[in-house]
């Protein structure tokens, strides 16, 4: 499964990707997550290659660590500086989207996934 990511602020650090099958620590507890990638972003675009992935359903949360601090930046109200993004381009009314909202079904055929960061 390829994940292509988009609309990078700038080429700086990393972009920091958990792939979960289900629920359980959806969008950002890393031990929960079924496979995790760090990679380089180069004009604007990362492109994270997971391998094989078994088919299922799954969400994807992304962010722009543009100071290589493992973390997403946030303001004094907790509102992140850098890029960040879920599967199907989902948004939280306060937060994070629910896992069913960014959920999506990897099957034989479907195998690449984009994320624009807000």
């Not at 890029?83 to 959920?103: D, I, L």
Request: glycine fraction near 12%.
């Amino acid at each position: 499964m390829t994940l292509q990511v988009t609309e990078v602020k700038n080429d700086q650090g990393l972009i920091r990707v958990l792939l979960f099958k289900g629920e359980a620590g959806f969008p950002d507890d890393e031990a929960k997550a079924f496979k995790s990638a760090s990679v380089k972003i180069k004009d604007g675009k990362a492109v994270v290659d997971f391998g094989p992935v078994p088919e299922g359903t799954y969400a994807l949360s992304v962010f722009h660590d543009s100071q290589n601090t493992g973390k997403l930046r946030t303001n004094a109200f907790g509102i992140p500086r850098d890029g960040y993004g879920f599967s199907n381009n989902s948004m939280g009314t306060f937060g994070p989207p629910s896992f069913e909202k960014a959920a999506f079904k990897v099957t034989a055929g479907k195998n690449n996934v984009s994320i624009k960061l807000r």
